[in-house]
């Protein structure tokens, strides 16, 4: 699944977040509905509109956003410490 078919960032759709196919439900709102408990059938039932698709999509999206701010942070806590080393 490519999530970038169905995440889109629109600078005056929610304030720029991430939502899903140009709609109003960001990744935040699939993200919060989930971590509360809610299961994807409720949220299916809940927002008629979203798919199984869309909330892999939300899951895919979150799970790489996740992979790149750790390796961003592993790489720029290299930098600091190898620029101290040096300096």
Do not use: C, W
């Not at 899951?59 to 592993?74: G, M, N, P, Q, V």
């Amino acid at each position: 699944m490519n999530y970038k078919d169905i995440i889109t960032i629109e600078p005056g759709k929610r304030g720029g977040q991430p939502t899903i196919r140009g709609m109003r439900i960001t990744v935040y709102d699939v993200l919060k509905m989930l971590s509360s408990g809610m299961s994807k059938k409720k949220i299916l039932g809940d927002f008629p509109e979203l798919t199984k698709d869309d909330i892999q999509a939300v899951l895919s999206y979150a799970s790489e956003r996740e992979h790149f701010l750790i390796t961003t942070s592993h790489e720029a806590s290299f930098r600091s410490k190898h620029f101290a080393q040096a300096g």
